[in-house]
């Protein structure tokens, strides 16, 4: 599997971006897929996942009420909507499948549970 992310850039605070992720391989419809992200100086951190149906979705309380994440099985990707942005949420973004526990329902949060990461996209939110 490979994880190709984009959408990543500058923005001021309270702006908005997208990431997507787009994946490779037939299974993309079977598993979850997780957001990650990582600061300069700070260990990883969850953000966001989606079990593989879409029906199943968890959040970091920092994000919370202002992110979502998405997926379209049918294009191979996954997303992340990011709205009222703030300079603490500067960081880069991963994005995690978890190819190992097909069809599981639970969404899970941990970074050890994701076999398959992608490069990463900076994001940068101004103040």
């Known amino acids: 599997v490979q994880l190709v992310e984009s959408g990543g850039g500058l923005v001021q605070a309270g702006g908005s971006l997208r990431l997507s992720c787009a994946a490779s391989?037939?299974?993309?419809?079977?598993?979850?897929m997780g957001w990650f992200r990582q600061a300069p100086g700070k260990e990883r951190e969850f953000v966001a996942a989606?079990?593989?149906?879409?029906?199943?979705?968890n959040y970091a309380d920092s994000v919370k009420a202002r992110f979502t994440t998405s997926r379209d099985n049918s294009k191979n990707t996954v997303y992340l909507q990011m709205n009222s942005l703030k300079p603490e949420d500067t960081a880069v973004y991963y994005c995690?499948?978890?190819?190992?526990?097909?069809?599981?329902?639970?969404?899970?949060?941990?970074?050890?549970?994701?076999?398959?990461w992608g490069q990463g996209t900076q994001v940068t939110v101004s103040s």
């Open positions: 391989g037939r299974t993309f419809s079977s598993y979850a």
């Open positions: 989606i079990n593989w149906s879409g029906r199943g979705t």
């Open positions: 995690a499948a978890d190819t190992m526990r097909p069809f599981r329902v639970v969404v899970t949060t941990t970074p050890a549970e994701f076999n398959y």
